[in-house]
């Protein structure tokens, strides 16, 4: 299932991606290197992206 960010100009390979790159446990700045976004800006989806996860898991 594909995943899609609102309000984000990503690209449609890059969200998916960057979960391939978390879920194998990349480092936060080689994901951002390897998807093609900012490191900043993987570290703030990382965080809404846990986020998220702790509120379904609650």
């Known amino acids: 299932m594909p995943v899609r960010f609102k309000f984000t100009k990503f690209s449609n390979y890059q969200p ?3 979960l391939e790159h978390v879920v194998a446990e990349v480092p936060a700045r ?5 998807v093609g976004i ?6 703030h989806l990382l965080q809404r992206l846990r ?6 898991i609650e």
């Open 16 to 18: 998916d991606h960057l």
């Open 30 to 34: 080689m994901t951002a290197e390897l």
């Open 38 to 43: 900012n490191y900043q800006t993987n570290i």
């Open 51 to 56: 986020t998220i996860i702790a509120q379904l």
